[in-house]
């Protein structure tokens, strides 16, 4: 299938398919199904102005507001034009890097890492494991050649996360070997934070880069808007020299500032995902007799596989889109073949749907 037109690009899917891409039902995009935070939406009439004037150069306002919501010191807080830039940024400040990626993987890992001259291995977690981390076995991996690390923590597309005590093995073995642990939790705050965020391990370790993106949790992929932490001050330096200034803009800066304010809304998501994860899990149970195994989610999506031989993930897209519900096919998503696809949890009236559709496609 062509690029573009397994789930990943709304725009192509509904050209190709000739559907109003506002009819489609994303499930592919990962973002927070409660939508933009009423409280941004009262406000940003009011901070537009904003616009006439260039946004503040250290971005002060926004790293103390990321601060109190982090707990991390606004000195080790680096906002970004999405986690994105930061991703780019970081590979930028190891040129000719040798990289170990935790994969299957988002692709901007090796894509920017290619692009800043590195090289990159992988360190595959197994299906056979239910693509669980073995943070012993990753820690051996690393060794004298490695100069950085990248985890996306929760996966994405595997949803399987690490402790942050388990990260710790990673870090330690990382700190020997010389290398920079790059921890991607554009996802994290979908999960049990407490557990799975190792955003206050920032002040342990020098040699650890955590990116977050607000583009999922808080609904708002278009504003733009990431932020890396970490105490490493050479790191924070050269990254701030590599790239243009004002890469966030003003409104966005004010936006982020407002969306990190509304606690009730980050707690409504949280607990909102928390339970639907559970019900759409129990859903999923109950489809198993029907050739369907799927992976433990730690975050708002989840990995399927189709145990079917006359089925396949790109069939069962095929069947969905004509139903305006858009999954996002796997097939070719790092090592995962043609029997695994992905979903995010939406309203529970949009996931039943969904639910009924694969079973209706793989009892056809
Ligand atoms: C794991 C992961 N990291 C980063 C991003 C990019 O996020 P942003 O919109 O902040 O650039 C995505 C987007 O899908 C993602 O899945």
Excluded at 129 to 139: H, I, M, S, V, Y
Excluded at 150 to 163: E, K, Q
Excluded at 209 to 234: D, Q
Aim: charged share 25%; with cysteine.
């Amino acid at each position: 299938m062509q690029e573009g037109f397994h789930g990943s690009d709304i725009e192509a899917v509904a050209a190709r398919y000739g559907i109003d891409e506002k009819e489609i039902i994303s499930f592919s995009s990962n973002v927070n199904p409660l939508g933009l935070s009423k409280a941004f939406r009262t406000q940003a009439a009011a901070v537009l102005d904003c616009i006439t004037g260039y946004p503040e150069r250290d971005y002060a306002s926004l790293r103390k507001a990321l601060s109190s919501y982090t707990g991390v010191s606004p000195s080790h807080i680096i906002p970004g034009n999405g986690s994105t830039e930061l991703i780019s940024g970081f590979a930028k400040c190891f040129e000719n890097c040798r990289a170990l990626i935790v994969a299957p993987a988002y692709s901007e890992y090796v894509r920017s890492v290619c692009l800043a001259g590195g090289t990159v291995s992988f360190f595959e977690l197994e299906e056979k494991e239910n693509f669980e981390f073995d943070a012993q076995k990753l820690a051996a991996a690393i060794d004298d050649e490695t100069d950085i690390v990248i985890i996306c923590n929760p996966v994405n597309p595997t949803s399987t996360a690490l402790s942050n005590t388990e990260l710790e093995k990673i870090l330690q073995k990382a700190g020997d070997c010389g290398a920079v642990v790059l921890v991607d939790e554009t996802y994290v705050e979908f999960c049990d934070m407490d557990r799975f965020s190792c955003a206050a391990l920032t002040e342990k370790y020098d040699d650890l880069f955590v990116i977050r993106s607000m583009s999922k949790f808080f609904s708002c992929p278009g504003l733009r808007v990431g932020y890396a932490m970490t105490k490493n001050e050479k790191l924070i330096k050269k990254l701030e020299s590599l790239r243009d200034p004002w890469s966030v803009s003003s409104f966005s800066e004010k936006a982020a500032v407002i969306l990190l304010s509304d606690s009730e809304h980050i707690r409504a998501s949280a607990g909102y995902i928390d339970e639907e994860r559970r019900r759409v899990c129990a859903l999923l149970d109950e489809l198993e007799g029907f050739g369907l195994k799927y992976y433990r989610p730690c975050a708002n999506f989840v990995l399927c596989r189709i145990d079917n031989e006359k089925k396949s993930a790109t069939g069962l897209f095929e069947f969905c889109i004509k139903r305006k519900l858009m999954i996002r096919d796997c097939t070719g998503y790092g090592s995962l073949d043609g029997r695994f696809f992905r979903f995010c949890f939406m309203d529970e009236k949009s996931d039943d749907l969904l639910i009924s559709a694969i079973r209706e496609y793989l009892a056809e």
